[in-house]
């Protein structure tokens, strides 16, 4: 792991961005794996304003998110799908086709977690996978005790997950949908290279395990440990328990 602690959360999605922007520039046809949360607003938002100004193509790029919940349709305002095309793909000039996102609507949702294994496969497979983390150290859906070699699969969210993302249900766990589809820790390993992006104090504790602690199922963003290429860009706030 190479790590970057940044002086401050703008710091570091600005860097994070340009990371992002910098695959696309060395290799046009780049497939980027692709994150949600409240982290990635900022990173996707200057990410944007670089295809604007920076004249960034995404024509030739393809993408595939991490997750999805299921039971959400991409018209739902809390669907992964959403908030990509919202925060993202809405803002540059990636063509729809060339953008993956779990179907949480599919009838059989394990044929969906199989053949979006395959549509990954049949890209030449992820160049770059952004990725945040969970309070409870997941990384996209992986949460604590899920095999390391796992590929995409439906889960079960943990109670901790339902809780950290209420805030986007109007604070309604009730409204959080329980299960999700995500790429397995083990398809998330198999990326070239890994950009692990955290901020703030509430993660230190978490990404303190991740860096410095044992791997661990009980952790899964420590499986990063064992990845070959993988930046991890820190605040000073996250980075204050290393
Ligand atoms: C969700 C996503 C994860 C993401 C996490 C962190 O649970 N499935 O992929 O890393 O949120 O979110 P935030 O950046 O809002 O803390």
Same mark, same amino acid.
């Given at each position: 792991m190479k790590i970057v602690i940044c002086s401050d959360a703008a710091q570091t999605r600005r860097l994070a961005a340009q990371v992002l922007a910098q695959q696309v520039r060395s290799k046009p046809n780049s497939v980027l794996g692709l994150a949600t949360g409240r982290t990635m607003e900022a990173i996707y938002a200057q990410l944007a304003e670089k295809a604007q100004n920076e004249a960034l @193509?995404?024509?030739d790029v393809t993408t595939f998110n991490l997750d999805e919940y299921i039971?959400?349709?991409?018209? +739902?305002? !809390?669907s992964y799908r959403y908030y990509m095309q919202e925060h993202l793909f809405g803002l540059? %000039? #990636?063509?729809? =086709?060339n953008t993956h996102v779990p @179907?949480?609507?599919? =009838? @059989?949702v394990k044929a969906e977690a199989r053949s979006y294994e395959n549509r990954i496969a049949q890209a030449g497979g992820i160049d770059l996978q952004l990725l945040g983390l969970g309070e %409870?150290? +997941? #990384?996209?859906?992986?949460?604590?005790?899920? $095999?390391?070699?796992?590929?995409?699969h439906v889960v079960t969210l943990a109670q901790a997950t339902l809780r950290q993302n209420a805030g986007m249900f109007n %604070? @309604?766990? =009730? !409204?959080?949908?329980t299960r999700a589809l995500t790429m397995g820790t083990g398809t998330i390993l198999d990326a070239r290279e890994a950009l692990l992006v955290v901020t703030d104090a509430k993660k230190a504790e978490i990404i303190a395990r991740v860096i410095e602690?044992?791997?661990s199922a009980l952790v899964?963003?420590? $499986?990063?440990?064992? +990845?070959?290429h993988c930046l991890v860009l820190l605040d000073a706030a996250a980075a204050s328990r290393l």
């Open positions: @193509d995404f024509s039971g959400l349709a991409a018209n +739902h305002p !809390q540059i %000039n #990636i063509s729809a =086709e @179907d949480g609507t599919a =009838e @059989d %409870n150290g +997941h #990384i996209g859906f992986n949460e604590p005790l899920s $095999a390391l070699n796992s590929r995409t %604070n @309604d766990m =009730e !409204q959080v949908p602690g044992p791997v899964p963003g420590s $499986a990063l440990q064992l +990845h070959p």
